[in-house]
């Protein structure tokens, strides 16, 4: 059995050896690249100084040290106007569902749909014959009543009668006016009329329809003026005020902008949502307003004709503070330095705030590059982002770096062969350059 393993175990020894032949070979390095060929040119010829590789000691310490770039952007003096935003219907001054009070059946309208009426104009006729004759009933007894009262006092007078029948007599005729004026009411009920000058809707009825009592026909409208209500938060109570201008944009008309003014204030807060309900009337018939129509309302609360305003990025936060870098003007030929500035913050339009406390007209402030900044008095470089970089021009001696190596890595002209240049021109730090090979 001892004679058995043996072969198994030579297997698997040389299987081992197998694989750690494999993983040395995967490891081996690479044979060297080849040599790269000569520089041409006078690089070559002269046995100048070439140009430091990109990315070599010499590119990182011309890129190292020096004030940090910022951008800055001027105080602008300008109107800024605080304005409260909400949003409301538009409503007629006055509008009205026409309701008959009795049941009837239309014989008669007096309205053409959407057409203007005229106060007391006749709307809806109802069906009245039975009411005309009630009142016919009531003023035939009415006159019968009347006829014996001037009967009695006759036999009063003469002494035929006693004074009871008298009173009597008149009580009766009382009695037969309040029968005819009860009659009248109830003929009058059968003749609905515009209660105002106003538009009328589009009718819901049709003559010959029999119609109940509390159902509606037609809704009128008085758009000679437009109102709208909207909320306000409470903390704006002490600011608004009836007569007070403001402006509504309505959305069915885009860049139209209606003035309207406060013309009610609801004595009581909205106690849902703790707000001021405010009423504004405008002017409906030059700017062909409709009832029912989305507005947006902008209230004007104050105004500041000479504001201070920087833009948003220049602002930094600190807790419960906030702070601008402002740009110290520079003394001779030193770069100009920052400082920093706490700042009282007042309203934001359109990507700048207003600088109520903190700045002066004609300062600047830095608005990229906060983050290079740590300290008072730190020298700056100024960049306008806006100004093209120059591109470098490339020479005849161009060195295998590309476009992008500095124009002092480029041999003097005239240099002797086999020797250094001479390094004038040479960026700061960057060592002698070595001639090609």
Do not use: C
Not at 210 to 225: N, P
Not at 266 to 291: E, I, M, S
Not at 316 to 337: C, I, M, N, S
């Amino acid at each position: 059995m001892g004679v058995a393993r043996r072969p198994v175990a030579g297997l698997a020894v040389g299987a081992l050896i197998a694989l750690a032949v494999g993983a040395w070979w995967w490891q081996k390095p690479s044979p060297s690249a080849p040599a790269a060929p000569k520089a041409t040119g006078p690089a070559a010829v002269g046995g100048g100084a070439a140009a430091p590789a990109t990315g070599g000691p010499g590119a990182a310490a011309a890129g190292r040290g020096g004030p940090p770039a910022v951008e800055v952007a001027r105080v602008q003096i300008a109107p800024i106007v605080e304005e409260a935003q909400a949003v409301g219907t538009l409503m007629a001054r006055q509008r009205v569902a026409v309701r008959p009070e009795v049941a009837g059946r239309v014989v008669a309208l007096g309205f053409t749909d959407g057409a203007a009426v005229r106060k007391g104009q006749l709307l809806v006729q109802l069906d009245d014959t039975l009411q005309r004759a009630e009142l016919a009933q009531a003023q035939a007894q009415l006159a019968v009543q009347q006829a014996n009262l001037r009967r009695n006092e006759e036999l009063v007078a003469q002494g035929f009668v006693a004074q009871r029948v008298l009173d009597e007599s008149r009580a009766a005729v009382q009695v037969a006016q309040a029968q005819v004026d009860l009659a009248q009411a109830r003929l009058a009920r059968m003749r609905i009329v515009a209660p105002f000058d106003a538009v009328a809707g589009i009718r819901t009825v049709h003559v010959g329809e029999y119609v109940k009592d509390g159902a509606e026909i037609v809704h009128l409208e008085d758009v000679a003026q437009l109102v709208v209500d909207f909320r306000l938060p409470e903390r704006l109570q002490p600011r608004v005020r009836v007569g007070q201008p403001l402006r509504l944009q309505v959305d069915a008309r885009p860049g139209q902008t209606v003035p309207a003014r406060i013309v009610a204030i609801d004595p009581a807060l909205d106690a849902d949502g703790r707000a001021l309900v405010v009423r504004a009337a405008l002017d409906a018939g030059r700017h062909g307003l409709q009832p029912g129509m989305f507005v947006r309302v902008a209230l004007e609360l104050g105004r500041d004709e000479a504001a201070l305003l920087v833009p948003e990025e220049a602002i930094v936060p600190q807790g419960q503070q906030w702070f601008v870098w402002r740009l110290r003007p520079a003394a001779g030929d030193a770069p100009p330095e920052v400082e920093r500035v706490a700042v009282r913050l007042g309203l934001r339009r359109d990507g700048r705030v207003q600088v109520r406390e903190g700045l002066q007209p004609g300062d600047s402030v830095v608005v990229a590059g906060q983050q290079r900044l740590q300290r008072d008095g730190t020298p700056v470089r100024v960049i306008d982002p806006n100004r093209p970089a120059a591109a470098p021009s490339a020479g005849p001696g161009q060195p295998a770096g590309g476009p992008g190596a500095p124009p002092a890595a480029r041999p003097p002209q005239g240099a002797a062969s086999g020797s250094a240049g001479s390094g004038a021109g040479a960026p700061e730090g960057a060592g002698p350059a070595r001639s090609g090979s």
